[in-house]
């Protein structure tokens, strides 16, 4: 339990912090835009592309509220609407040469702000600030992730072929990056034509599924491929959760089920093949052991985007690939 007193230092930091940044301004980073708008600027030039709906989760505010700043930002010219390739119902937001300009100020504006701060520190200070502020925002952003509750019984956790479970992976999936990343039918179709291959190879002891389920209905799902990688190596393929789940802990176990069976098969290492702009995602297979290993761009997911492949190594195993 966290005592009082560090509480209470931790509160009157974090009101200190606000005020000192300027969140108490009406607007922010020396622009004549609030923070949202702000916060908004930086997100769209961090993903390159973004939709709506991917900004509303990550900046947890209402949809009403963003569509009408989203406007004002349009009208302003600092970004704009561009069609999805995939699907012609989905908009994306990219930032206009205005919205570049009026971003590389505010990169300029807060990384000045840091390095005035950091000079009235000592080296150990520094690295301190940056680990504690960075483990503190995740632990809050975990927080607000995981306020919705369940409701209910803990989604129990099986292993291997259910009923339903190729179309309803494939309906997580479809759900999720349609909404978040504009991914269209090619990308549904891969995931159920990869599953559906897969499901005829689960006799292979070396192959594994998990599935996250809830009143008789899959939540969730992460599955290690022990055949298509040759070279002692396993594929972790198809880790999804269900809306109602994610924040709840039932990722993690999910997670530690396949690492768990990928040690007792001793392979020498785990891979896993993503793309860039999954932060919560990134931040549990870091802290699952997975690494960084390689990053390109690419279109295996139905359109252009920055490709990463994640590396775990077994606790005996060495760099086997690049």
């Known amino acids: 339990m966290t ?84 699907d012609a119902r989905f908009k994306s937001l990219q930032l206009t040469a205005k919205g570049k300009e009026s971003v590389a100020r505010i990169n300029r504006y807060g990384a ?17 600030v940056a680990r504690g502020l ?24 099986v292993s291997g072929y259910l009923p339903g479970m190729i179309g309803r992976i494939s309906e997580m999936h479809a759900s999720y990056y349609s909404q978040h990343y504009d991914f269209g039918y090619f990308f549904e179709a891969k995931v159920a034509a990869g599953l559906a291959e897969f499901a005829g190879r689960l006799d292979n002891p070396r192959n594994g599924i998990w599935l996250a389920v809830r009143h008789g209905r899959i939540v969730g799902s992460v599955a290690i491929d022990g055949d298509d990688l040759g070279n002692n190596e396993a594929h972790l393929r198809w880790f999804i959760l269900d809306e109602e789940c994610r924040g709840s802990g039932v990722g993690r176990e999910l997670l530690a089920r396949a690492i768990a069976f990928c040690d ?4 020498g290492a785990v891979q896993l093949w993503t793309f860039s702009g999954l932060h919560a995602a990134r931040r549990l297979y870091e802290s699952c052991g997975f690494t960084l290993s390689k990053e390109w761009q690419g279109d295996q997911w139905g359109r252009p985007m920055l490709e990463q492949q994640f590396t775990r190594y077994s606790h005996a195993g060495s760099p086997s690939r690049a």
């Not at 963003?66 to 406007?71: C, G, I, K």
């Not at 960075?134 to 956790?157: K, M, T």
């Open 264 to 267: 007792e098969q001793q392979f």
């Open 112 to 128: 000045m702000r840091v390095r005035e701060a950091m000079e009235h520190l000592s080296e150990a200070q520094r690295e301190a």
């Open 3 to 86: 005592a009082p007193n560090l509480i209470n230092d931790i509160r009157v930091a974090s009101r200190l912090m606000v005020r000192e940044l300027g969140f108490m301004n009406t607007t922010l980073a020396a622009t004549d835009y609030s923070p949202s708008a702000v916060h908004t600027l930086l997100e769209v030039e961090h993903h390159g592309a973004i939709t709506a709906a991917q900004l509303v989760n990550i900046l947890g505010l209402e949809k009403s509220s963003v569509s009408r700043m989203l406007a004002r930002l349009i009208k302003a010219g600092e970004l704009q609407e561009v069609q999805s390739t995939d």
């Open 134 to 157: 960075s483990a503190y925002a995740f632990a809050l952003e975990s927080c607000r992730n995981g306020a919705a509750q369940l409701g209910g019984a803990r989604p129990e956790i």
